[in-house]
């Protein structure tokens, strides 16, 4: 099956600046990744996916980055705040057997300091 | 009312024990998960089903089992609980049909004793 690997597994940054969270995937007929930010006493939430057939995508200050040929995709987030402070996971989807099943990496703590 | 509602939110167990954990979704969605999460070790798939028929095994289903009551009900089971199924326990829905985002319950915190 899909191997998604995430890192860092923590991170701290000053608010205002960037933070960017990285992922990889094995199986190249991944087509879907989704991000999810998970508050605490809270279930992950979606905020931002790609698809296969697009290289960027922005959603204010959320953009999410691919690069099927090595097989990554980053998360990154501009002007932080301290309410962008959660655990974040990155997922990958294939098809065949699988199509619509998920696979997680193992999250990133973002940690945003005022 | 939550899309995906679990119960119960929090729940303490004896070992042995036999638990039922609960999942209704309002979303009309098809496809149903349920996932197991420990720190440092992100999102586990335990079961999954596709359809009302359909029930799938995924990566640490051992000491699990699931039914599919309805499109809306989905019941993860612990038959007979053991400490390291202490553990915060998510189900999820998407749609069918293609790839596409889940939706996540709240939860359930679940401490076997």
């Known amino acids: 099956g899909e191997n998604v690997e995430q890192h860092p597994s923590t991170l701290s940054v000053q608010e205002g600046d960037s933070a960017v969270i990285k992922c990889t995937y094995s199986d190249s007929a991944s087509n879907y990744f989704p991000w999810y930010k998970q508050e605490l006493g809270k279930g992950p939430q979606l905020i931002i996916d790609i698809r296969s057939n697009v290289g960027e995508k922005k959603d204010q200050r959320i953009a999410v980055t691919l690069n099927k040929t090595a097989k990554h995709f980053s998360l990154h987030i501009t002007e932080t705040q301290p309410e962008d402070s959660a655990v974040y996971f990155c997922?990958?989807?294939?098809?065949?057997?699988?199509?619509?099943?998920?696979?997680f990496g193992r999250g990133t703590q973002l940690t945003v300091w005022p | 009312d939550a899309d995906v509602t679990q119960t119960p939110r929090n729940r303490i167990t004896k070992t042995g024990k036999r638990i039922m954990l609960e999942c209704s979704q309002t979303k009309g969605h098809d496809r149903m998960y349920w996932y197991r999460q420990d720190p440092g070790l992100g999102l586990r798939l335990i079961y999954y089903?596709?359809?009302?028929?359909?029930?799938n095994k995924g990566e640490i289903s051992d000491g699990y089992s699931v039914s599919r009551q309805a499109q809306a009900k989905f019941s993860l089971s612990l038959e007979s609980a053991i400490p390291n199924q202490t553990a915060l326990y998510f189900c999820a829905t998407s749609v069918s049909g293609g790839n596409y985002g889940y939706t996540f319950g709240s939860g359930t915190r679940l401490t076997v004793v």
């Open positions: 997922a990958a989807s294939s098809g065949g057997s699988t199509l619509g099943r998920l696979y």
């Open positions: 089903s596709f359809d009302v028929k359909d029930i």
